[in-house]
Antibody
Framework: QVQLVQSGAEVKKPGASVKVSCKASGYTFTGYYMHWVRQAPGQGLEWMGR????????NYAQKFQGTVTMTRDTSISTAYMELIRLRSDDTAVYYC????????WGPGTTVTVSS | AIQMTQSPSSLSASVGDRVTITCRASQGIRKDLRWYQQKPGRAPQLLIYAASSLQSGVSSRFSGSGSGTDFTLTISSLQPEDFATYYCLQDYNYPHTFGQGTKLEIK
C-alpha cells in the first residue's frame, strides 16, 4: 500500500538546523510531487513548499524562502526537508504529503526548538 | 498569495445534524479546492478534491460544492466520528494556502 514513513522527533536549539526525511513506498516515487506542511501546537496547517521528485524542482512559500531546502534521493525513494536558523516558532509537527490528490500523508515529525 | 477565509472557526452540533462549512478565496480559483478532516494527533485526511469530488473510501454523507471564490463542505448527518477539525486548501497556484480551520464539536 502507498505509505510515507517519516524520521523521528527532533529537539534543536535556536539557530540550529533540522533535516526531516520522508520515505515513500507502494507507488512510483517520481510520479507525484512531494509537499511539506507544518502545524504549530494548537494551530492550523501551513503549506511550506513542494518538490518534483523527478526533476528536483522546487516551489517554496515566500515565508520559507532562504531557510528551507527540499531535496530528494530517488535511489531510495526519500524526500528531505531541511530548515535552517531555527527559531522557537518553528516548533511544529512537519508532514510530508503526496498523491494524485494530495491524499497520502506521512504521520508527521515533531520538531521542538528550545534553548 | 491567495487568502482562504473559512467560517465558522468553530461549530457545535449534535449527532444527526446537517452542517455546512464555507471557504472563501480572495480571488478565483476555479474548482481547485480540497477539504481535509483532522483529528487530534493525526495527519489530515482528504475528504473532497476538485471542490466536489469525493475521495475514494470517504463516506457519502460528505459533499462539496462551489467554484470560483465560494465553496462549501456539507456533512449531511453528523456521526460521532465526524467531530474533528476541517480545513480547506487551494491548489490553484503557489503557494498553496489553507483556511484557518473549523473545529466541529459535540453540542
Amino acid at each position: 500500500q502507498v505509505q510515507l514513513v517519516q524520521s523521528g522527533a527532533e529537539v534543536k536549539k535556536p539557530g540550529a538546523s533540522v533535516k526531516v526525511s520522508c520515505k515513500a513506498s507502494g507507488y512510483t516515487f517520481t510520479g507525484y510531487y512531494m509537499h511539506w506542511v507544518r502545524q504549530a501546537p494548537g494551530q492550523g496547517l501551513e503549506w511550506m513548499g513542494r518538490i518534483n521528485p523527478n526533476s528536483g524542482g522546487t516551489n517554496y512559500a515566500q515565508k520559507f524562502q532562504g531557510t528551507v531546502t527540499m531535496t530528494r534521493d530517488t535511489s531510495i525513494s526519500t524526500a528531505y526537508m531541511e530548515l535552517i536558523r531555527l527559531r522557537s516558532d518553528d516548533t511544529a509537527v512537519y508532514y510530508c504529503a503526496t498523491g494524485a490528490h494530495l491524499d497520502v500523508w506521512g504521520p508527521g515529525t515533531t520538531v521542538t526548538v528550545s534553548s | 498569495a491567495i487568502q482562504m477565509t473559512q467560517s465558522p472557526s468553530s461549530l457545535s452540533a449534535s449527532v444527526g445534524d446537517r452542517v455546512t462549512i464555507t471557504c472563501r478565496a480572495s480571488q478565483g480559483i476555479r474548482k481547485d479546492l480540497r477539504w481535509y478532516q483532522q483529528k487530534p494527533g493525526r495527519a489530515p485526511q482528504l475528504l473532497i478534491y476538485a471542490a466536489s469530488s469525493l475521495q475514494s473510501g470517504v463516506s457519502s454523507r460528505f459533499s462539496g460544492s462551489g467554484s470560483g471564490t465560494d465553496f462549501t463542505l456539507t456533512i449531511s448527518s453528523l456521526q460521532p466520528e465526524d467531530f474533528a477539525t476541517y480545513y480547506c486548501l487551494q491548489d490553484y497556484n503557489y503557494p498553496h494556502t489553507f483556511g484557518q480551520g473549523t473545529k466541529l464539536e459535540i453540542k
